[in-house]
């Protein structure tokens, strides 16, 4: 048998139905691979040939099956004669819950994907999982159990720390107008270092092509017609919040230098680490819902800080795409969640997560409602119809240290080197 080395697996962790990028040596086309759960010492699934993307004999694109326990797992190799050979390639296949439900008789249903414990802990209870498979766990619960761990309870009533609207937010909204972008925008957004490694032979053509989109992005030019500034908005005003920096007596006015700021925080939305965050939260569709609160919970929940705030985002729902994300975009909307709460009536958990909607300076009787029954999820923003399940948008969380620092170029990862660019521009 050929001898088969792999040196490392990127990501080391994915969850199921995601894709993984195998390096090493010795691949050859024909040889198959199995995934074998690295404790049992014992094979998991056999990948099909159309799931294997044979690069080089140097590197492999796998896709995991989307029926696979979570769990520690290792690469085996077998070759053409059906010899089998255990590699280094060790990687982690994380959970996803997609939906929870709490029957009549006490029996909670999780679906979603990579779900094989024997054992779930809920809240401070250890309890027996029964008919279990990868995408669906039924749990008897106890008294003390109400829903999953991760979710918030019905008692659940958490706070940002003392947000509060006529306090920390703006006194004015989210206009087009106030962009100021420019070069010095420009630079300051994505950092100056940055900057200059691109401003070289070979890639200072695709700098200057980025910076003539970033202009016409804020000018509302081209395929994205960019309708105001408010991530800008949102990420300065959590910001300022979290530095115990709220504007004076509620008028901080649209100044030279504020503007300047939203212009630079609007602008890292384009930077790889926000637009690769933002589309995998899309193409989920509204099985982001779950996700999204829970992060909203791990936030609020204690000491709100730089390394845990979320922005709360509007996006497009559903698999489209690269350019209709892009062009989607322009539907999308930011605001600052600051308060979560949670009821239940039989089997229908609502949610509501009040918010800071910078197209509404001073409203205080703003937020978004979230409803869940079995694997049914929408949700509505109270005063804008525009923002809902049924106008074919999901929620999703975006890290607010995304902004605090300068944004990386889009030009390598899942937008593509060129196609990225001249698409928009062209």
């Known amino acids: 048998m050929n001898q088969v080395t792999v040196t490392n697996i990127k990501p080391d962790e994915a969850r199921p139905g995601e894709r993984i990028r195998v390096r090493g040596s010795g691949f050859r086309r024909k040889d198959r691979v199995e995934i074998w759960d690295d404790e049992r010492n ?29 769990g520690r797992k290792r690469l085996v190799w077998v070759g053409s004669e059906g010899a089998r050979q255990a590699t280094e390639g060790v990687f982690t296949i994380l959970p996803f819950i997609s939906g929870v439900t709490v029957g009549e008789e006490g029996v909670l249903t999780v679906t979603g994907a990579g779900l094989t414990p024997q054992e779930v802990r809920i809240g401070g209870v250890m309890l027996g999982a029964e008919k279990i498979a990868p995408s669906r766990l039924a749990i008897t619960l106890s008294e003390r159990a109400a829903v999953p761990e991760g979710m918030p309870t019905a008692s659940a009533d958490l706070a940002a ?75 300065l005003c959590l910001e300022r919040f979290l530095q115990k920096d709220p504007p004076p007596n509620y008028e901080l006015q649209p100044t030279a230098e504020v503007r300047k700021k939203l212009t630079v925080q609007m ?5 790889r680490e926000v637009l690769t965050l933002a589309y995998e939260q899309c193409v989920r569709g509204l099985a982001n819902i779950a996700p999204t609160l829970q992060q909203m919970q791990s936030s609020l929940q204690g000491s709100l800080t730089a390394e845990n705030a979320r922005l709360l985002w509007f996006l497009p729902s559903g698999r489209i795409t690269q350019r209709r994300f892009i062009e989607q975009l322009s539907n999308a909307h930011s605001v600052v969640p600051f308060d979560l709460s949670l009821s239940q009536e039989g089997s229908v958990f609502r949610w509501r997560i009040a918010i800071y909607d910078v197209n509404m300076p ?9 409803e869940q029954e079995g694997d049914r999820w929408s949700w509505r923003h109270n005063r804008d119809s525009r923002f809902s399940s049924e106008e074919g948008l999901t929620l999703a969380a975006i890290p ?15 937008f593509g080197l060129m196609g990225f660019i001249f698409d928009l521009l062209f």
Not at 362 to 370: A, K, Q
């Open 42 to 70: 014992a094979p998991e699934k056999l990948l099909s040939k159309s799931a294997t993307r044979w690069v080089s004999a140097e590197e492999l694109s796998l896709l995991l099956p989307k029926r696979i326990g979570s």
């Open 161 to 235: 720390g003392g947000f509060q609207v006529r306090r920390d937010g703006f006194s004015f909204g989210n206009l087009v107008e106030y962009q100021m972008a420019s070069w010095g925008t420009f630079v300051e957004t994505f950092g100056e270092e940055q900057i200059k490694r691109a401003n070289r032979l070979p890639t200072f053509v695709l700098l200057w092509a980025f910076y003539a989109f970033y202009t016409s992005f804020f000018e509302g030019r081209g395929i994205f017609q960019a309708s105001g500034l408010c991530s800008g908005l949102a990420a």
């Open 267 to 271: 602008g890292k939305i384009l930077g």
């Open 362 to 370: 001073g409203r205080e009787d703003v937020w978004v409602d979230v």
């Open 400 to 414: 607010l240290s995304l902004f605090l620092k300068p944004a990386a170029f889009p030009f390598s990862g899942p």
